[in-house]
């Protein structure tokens, strides 16, 4: 499991309750139960993390955890949480 995955993995089962065995790449963020609040939550969370732009309106209950994963290693060319 690369950084990005990882973060995003301890993300949702620190601050969501996701529990660990339910988080694949192919999980969307209905199957882990998060709602529309839950969901701007964790974009906000990982915006502040890597310092970028994610979209949390362009999300839906059916993106997948795998799609959040591209969308942040796109955005940080793999920079970890906190660098500038």
């Excluded at 690369?2 to 601050?15: F, G, N, S, W, Y």
């Excluded at 139960?33 to 949390?56: F, H």
């Amino acid at each position: 499991m690369d950084q990005v995955t990882a973060r995003i993995a301890a993300v949702l089962t620190e601050k969501f309750d996701v529990p660990a065995e339910l988080i694949t790449a192919r999980a969307s963020f209905q199957e882990l139960d998060l709602d529309s609040l839950s969901v701007v939550e964790l974009y906000v969370t990982l915006q502040e993390e890597w310092g970028v732009p994610l979209d949390a309106e362009a999300a839906g209950a059916d993106t997948t955890v795998g799609e959040l994963v591209d969308e942040v290693r796109q955005l940080t060319d793999g920079r970890r949480p906190g660098d500038d």
